[in-house]
């Protein structure tokens, strides 16, 4: 795993972060690109855990956690 990058799944309720890879088969890969989680994207976690409760852009998604773990970012720091 690239430095500094983490499972999506390991963020906490208010945390942000940019995602830098999304992994799967292309179908899931696809579908979360059209929904806006790619690489290069920034994602709110509203809520942690399972199912994660993202915001990214002006929508909002549900996660369960092993999707979660494919997603890896790299957190922002103020």
Do not use: F, K, Y
């Not at 956690?65 to 890896?72: C, E, F, R, V």
């Amino acid at each position: 795993m690239p430095a500094n990058l983490i499972p999506l799944e390991l963020l906490n309720s208010g945390e942000w972060a940019d995602v830098a890879v999304v992994s799967g088969e292309p179908g899931w890969v696809t579908r979360l690109a059209e929904l806006g989680v790619r690489i290069g994207s920034r994602l709110h976690v509203l809520q942690a855990g399972s199912p994660c409760l993202l915001e990214v852009g002006e929508s909002r998604l549900s996660l369960r956690s092993d999707w979660a773990m494919q997603i890896l970012v790299r957190p922002v720091t103020a």
